[in-house]
């Protein structure tokens, strides 16, 4: 059997699935008015796999990837997509992303760790970061990964790596973008306050002009280092594709200036991520709800590669390669979060409905104020009655969503978080010693776990106590 035939048998056709109620091409209200992720009634994974779960689609996230790549791809002769393995960095979502061909973008040793184990083609992985141990520019010059630089002193230290290990090591720049049109313009403000070019300005990221142009010439006098990008990640500070196509723009820019400057023109730009995605029922940054009205991929792509092209023509720069890093766009709408109901309150003004997933589990409800779309898992559709708020069980206000109209909730039925896919399991949290909940991957009718619900061994099991505090506490006196 060929590699390529492989690949083919290992990345399947999907056919969406017909609900009552879309809420993706593999997840809706199916047959028994229940919740159901592809071919799985939700229900049914929580009485097998237990409460709080996460759930991943198989399906949905081959399904969304597609879309997105093919509408770049649509627009632009040389795309690359890298999937930020961040967002979501469990062993199997690797696999499937390997198996749909996406690189990726890792942060830190373990991140990247993963991603080899996971077999991904290291020529398709960079390597971002602001503070770059040695062993991991080590681990990832050794596997032919390319490092984007973001201090001044990390090429020298890459160039003694390389010389060391005898292999000629591949690096990008992060670029601090001026990003001057954005001056007066307001995103999505999830990064502090101020415009998008105050916010860009003020983070720790990137390398400024004069900076990238030292960089460059001296990385060009490096027998043991060879320049292949230039990297900027605008992030989720704006939703509007023409900010997108501002900063697209702006790389195309500072390839001229690098041209013109240190004579090297990046045969690759990479646009980092942020890239959005909208949902009828509502899901994003609350109180500016990725809706209906969201851009699309094909909006940005549209958009992005139309400034690339124009700059390239009007500077007489060759087209590079581009390269997207998206994260919650495609690993978010494949997920979703579930929680049983325990102790429903009344107060004076509210009620309560507290399950027993937590703000642990879906961080951004709290961190970033995110809106999570709720359902009731069993009888999905039945009319909503009353307004309460979905909180979880730690000490904190814990509010997973609130003011949500919900049918009457009572112990033991189920909750269920749309779009959850994107940065819960990876930036959950184990306050108040909470276990970590297990993630079950469906595939058509099919479910399996991908990661393992903690136990009590997994948070105790770490602690420590030095010899001289068990004596105190233990030793026995006369
Ligand atoms: C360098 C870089 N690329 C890509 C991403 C992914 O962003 P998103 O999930 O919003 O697409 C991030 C997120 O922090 C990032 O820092």
């Keep these: 059997m060929t590699h390529h035939s492989r690949i083919r ?14 809420f993706g091409e593999f997840i809706g209200i199916g047959p028994n008015g229940n919740l159901w992720v592809d071919g799985c009634d939700v229900a049914e994974l929580a009485e097998r796999f237990g409460t709080p779960l996460y ?10 990837y597609r879309v997105f790549r093919d509408a770049f791809r649509a627009h632009y002769p040389d795309v690359e997509i890298l999937f930020a393995n961040k967002s979501n960095n469990g062993l199997a979502i690797r696999h499937i992303m390997n198996q749909e061909g996406a690189g990726g973008d890792c942060f830190g040793a373990q991140e990247m760790y993963m991603a080899l184990l996971a077999g991904t083609d290291p020529r398709t992985l960079v390597l971002n970061g602001s503070n770059k141990q040695d062993s991991e520019l080590e681990m990832a010059i050794a596997n032919g990964l390319c490092v984007n630089i973001d201090a001044m002193d ?5 160039d003694v790596i390389a010389r060391r290990l005898g292999v000629v090591a591949d690096i990008g720049i992060r670029l601090k973008l001026d990003l001057e049109p954005l001056t007066g313009r307001m995103g999505v403000a999830m990064h502090g306050p101020g415009t998008l070019k105050q916010q860009s300005d003020s983070t720790k990221w990137g390398m400024t002009r004069e900076q990238t142009v030292e ?15 230039t990297h900027f990640h605008l992030s989720r500070m704006s939703n509007d594709p023409a900010d997108f196509a501002v900063m697209a723009r702006e790389m195309i820019t500072w390839s001229g200036h690098l041209r013109d400057h240190a004579g090297w023109i990046p045969p690759c730009i990479d646009i980092g991520g942020g890239w959005t995605f909208g949902k009828w029922y509502g899901t994003g940054p609350n109180s500016q709800l990725d809706d209906a009205s969201a851009p699309t991929a094909d909006d940005y792509a549209r958009l992005c590669c139309a400034a690339i092209k124009e700059e390239a023509a009007r500077l007489d720069l060759p087209l590079p390669k581009l390269r997207l ?6 690993s ?27 703000t642990n589990h879906l961080s951004w409800a709290a961190v970033l104020d995110w809106y999570y779309h709720a359902v009731p898992v069993v009888d999905a559709r039945a009319e909503a009655t009353e307004t309460v708020d979905l909180v979880g069980p730690l000490c904190n206000s814990d509010e997973l969503g609130k003011h949500r109209r919900m049918p009457a909730l009572t112990r033991g039925d189920l909750v ?10 990876s930036s959950a949290a184990r306050y108040n010693a909470q276990l970590l909940p297990a993630t079950v991957l469906v595939t058509g009718n099919h479910a399996e776990i991908t990661t393992e619900r903690e136990q009590l061994k997994d948070v105790a099991g770490r602690f420590r106590v030095p010899a001289h505090l068990l004596a105190a506490s233990f030793a026995r006196g006369d």
């Excluded at 048998?9 to 879309?22: F, G, N, S, W």
């Excluded at 890093?325 to 495609?330: F, I, N, T, W």
């Design 154 to 158: 990390e090429l020298d230290r890459i």
């Design 9 to 22: 048998q290992q990345a399947p056709t999907l056919a969406p699935v017909d609900y009552a109620v879309q």
């Design 332 to 358: 978010g709408p494949a997920g979703v979060a579930v929680g049983r109901v325990g102790a429903v309150k009344t107060g004076a003004t509210r009620k309560w409905v507290n399950l027993d997933i937590s």
């Design 325 to 330: 890093e998206p994260g919650r766009a495609l």
């Design 55 to 64: 759930i991943i689609s198989e399906n949905q996230l081959r399904h969304t």
């Design 416 to 425: 269920a978080f749309l779009d959850t896919g994107g940065y819960t399991e």
């Design 215 to 229: 960089i460059v010439r001296r990385a060009q006098a490096m027998p043991s280092v060879q320049l292949k990008e």
